[in-house]
């Protein structure tokens, strides 16, 4: 706002210098009014409030002409001030509060505290003027127009903070807002003790100042930062931490500036060692980048605490992968602490694994590994190790439903197509007796995303079949390979439908009959099959729903799919 005071000036000068006396101007009246907080002033923006910040000032220049008196009114929590400071007086402007700007033609005016403050200027006229939809009103001979500007004022950032248990169902400790503790006296700060491996649960509950957002500070925490209004946090190495919370507000127009404030919690977080064993979590084969169904040879092996710097320990480890007639222990070139994820320990075997193997790894505990928080590994023998799930379909194809559109015909999905039996290809024969689609986009339910399809029909269908095909497969390039076709169905109590036709064009096989059990009902499951694609896919994908394969299904029948997947199967050579 500073930054315009000059300008507010010059302009004044400009057009009083052109003017003779208001007052002596008569034969042209016209209320002009000019503030740096809105530019050029409409009937929208000045119904809007302005915003602007506590403690900061705004102006505003009467350049009317032919005004015979004005006076100006302003609420309180406002003062007015001197027109006698530069920006460099700015952090100090109470010095310069003066006690009314009765009828100057340019104020300046302080906000001193926070909410909605209104401006109003009272201006007489010796003729009918308007202004920005407002007319002048007639009080004896003269015109009164009045005209109020509106400022949205913001409070001061001022963070609060709550700590909670992992779960956050105990609250821990609590930063307020009349707090402000400082790091140079961290012996009045209390200590919240928690095991190496264990986590808080951190909730921003600032409201003072209106912040738009947040960055949480972590000493050795995992998140490190967060931008989350709630984060839980991992502490796995030994020491004592400290926690801070910078809250952030975003400029709004060219009247509020961006501010942020940043506090200390007064709290030390105290991490000690655990008293959980050190345990292998899980194991799973990685895409190491390689080419596509070809295996990979990178297994990662997750622990439940973060890893200290180890060598020469690929001799403890063993790799057994079995795969019809091959059963052999895969020797491992490395060992290493992974780069991403200190609980994680990166394997990289001399020779490709894949998918469809039965992988297990096991652990000798000859060369021993520690945790930062000073425990031993445990020995295991025989841990399944996951395969890797490759999916190339991609969100471009629009799998999990999330890109809709307003089309009946296309089941209100973007790169789908409902073809409708019976001849004609006719939509009503797609519709229920109450008119509703019987294949439609949902958000009921989803399992992936927030989107699905939803089937849901009067059994038999008048169309004898519907069949809905993705018509964008292509987006993903899909190469030769030997595939599964996986989705999601979730159906509700009550319904029995239990097949669904599949079609993929330009597979072998292209058809199949996929059941769905529909014993489960009210919950999530996949179905799948498998394909084998000689050039790349460049067909559709379709799911009949058919009278002839769900004979003696009536009444109403509803379930969902969702998240089409096309997964990579890698045969061993």
């Given amino acids: 706002m500073k930054r315009y005071i000059y300008l507010i000036l010059i302009l004044l000068i400009a057009f009083l210098g052109c003017n003779k006396d208001d007052g002596n101007f008569t034969e042209f009246s016209k209320p002009e009014l000019f503030t740096p907080a809105l530019g050029?002033?409409?009937?929208?923006?000045?119904?809007?409030p302005i915003p602007i910040a506590i403690n900061?000032?705004?102006?505003?220049?009467?350049?009317?002409?032919g005004v015979i008196s004005r006076f100006w009114r302003i609420d309180t929590g406002m003062s007015f001030l001197s027109e006698r400071f530069t920006p460099a007086d700015s952090l100090n402007l109470n010095q310069f509060?003066?006690?009314?700007?009765?009828?100057?033609?340019?104020?300046?005016?302080?906000?001193?505290?926070?909410?909605?403050?209104?401006?109003?200027?009272?201006?007489?006229?010796d003729r009918e003027v308007s202004f920005l939809g407002q007319t002048a009103i007639q009080e004896g001979s003269d015109w009164v127009l009045n005209t109020t500007f509106t400022y949205n004022v913001f409070d001061n950032l001022n963070p609060e903070a709550i700590i909670f248990n992992q779960d956050g169902t105990i609250e821990l400790g609590r930063l307020n807002a009349?707090?402000?503790?400082?790091?140079?006296?961290?012996?009045?700060?209390?200590?919240?003790?928690?095991?190496?491996?264990?986590?808080?649960?951190?909730?921003?509950?600032t409201t003072t100042g209106n912040p738009d957002g947040r960055l949480w500070g972590f000493a050795e925490g995992s998140p490190s930062e967060s931008t989350?209004?709630?984060?839980?946090?991992?502490?796995?190495?030994?020491?004592?931490?400290?926690?801070?919370?910078?809250s952030t507000r975003d400029s709004k127009g060219n009247t509020l500036n961006a501010a942020s404030r940043t506090k200390t919690l007064p709290y030390i977080i105290k991490v000690v060692p655990s008293s959980q064993p050190f345990i292998a979590t899980n194991a799973t084969v990685i895409d190491d980048g390689g080419t596509l169904g070809e295996g990979s040879s990178v297994i990662e092996l997750g622990v439940n605490g973060e890893l200290e710097d180890f060598l020469g320990v690929e001799s403890s480890f063993t790799v057994n992968a079995v795969n019809g007639g091959f059963n052999q222990n895969i020797p491992i070139n490395s060992a290493v602490v992974s780069s991403t994820d200190a609980t994680t320990i990166q394997l990289t075997l001399a020779e490709q694994v894949y998918n469809t193997d039965t992988i297990t790894i096991s652990y000798d505990g000859a060369i021993p590994i520690t945790s930062v928080d000073t425990r031993t590994l445990n020995t295991f023998t025989s841990l399944t190790v996951n395969p890797a799930i490759i999916n190339v379909l991609q969100p471009a194809s629009n799998p999990s439903f999330e890109v809709g559109v307003s089309n009946d015909r296309l089941g209100n999905s973007q790169g789908y197509n409902l073809f409708v039996?019976?001849?004609?290809?006719?939509?009503?024969?797609?519709?229920n007796t109450d008119g509703s689609l019987q294949i439609n986009r949902s958000t009921e339910q989803s399992s992936e995303g927030n989107a699905s399809m939803k089937f849901d029909a009067e059994m038999p269908l008048t169309a004898g079949f519907l069949s809905y095909s993705n018509t964008i497969i292509s987006n993903s390039d899909i190469p030769s390979g030997e595939f599964i076709l996986a989705y999601d169905i979730y159906i509700e109590g009550g319904s029995t439908f239990n097949n669904i036709f599949n079609r993929i064009v330009g597979a072998t096989p292209a058809n199949q009959l996929m059941p769905l059990d529909s014993s489960i009902t009210d919950e999530w499951f996949t179905v799948e099959r498998q394909f084998i694609l000689t050039n790349p896919l460049s067909g559709n994908i379709v799911f009949n729903f058919r009278n002839n394969d769900n004979t003696?299904?009536?009444?109403?029948?509803?379930?969902?799919?969702?998240?089409?997947?096309?997964?990579?199967?890698?045969?061993?050579p």
């Fill in 40 to 48: 050029t002033i409409t009937e929208e923006t000045i119904n809007n």
């Fill in 178 to 205: 009349n707090q402000d503790p400082n790091q140079d006296n961290i012996s009045s700060f209390e200590t919240i003790t928690i095991e190496a491996g264990s986590s808080l649960n951190f909730v921003d509950n």
């Fill in 552 to 572: 003696g299904i009536t009444g109403r029948q509803t379930f969902y799919l969702d998240n089409i997947r096309i997964l990579v199967v890698e045969n061993r």
């Fill in 421 to 431: 039996g019976g001849g004609g290809n006719n939509l009503d024969n797609a519709k």
């Fill in 56 to 65: 900061d000032f705004s102006s505003i220049a009467d350049v009317s002409r």
């Fill in 97 to 125: 509060i003066i006690g009314e700007g009765g009828n100057s033609s340019n104020v300046f005016f302080l906000f001193k505290t926070a909410g909605l403050k209104a401006v109003n200027l009272r201006q007489v006229f």
């Fill in 228 to 246: 989350e209004e709630s984060v839980n946090v991992s502490y796995n190495r030994l020491g004592e931490y400290l926690i801070d919370i910078t």
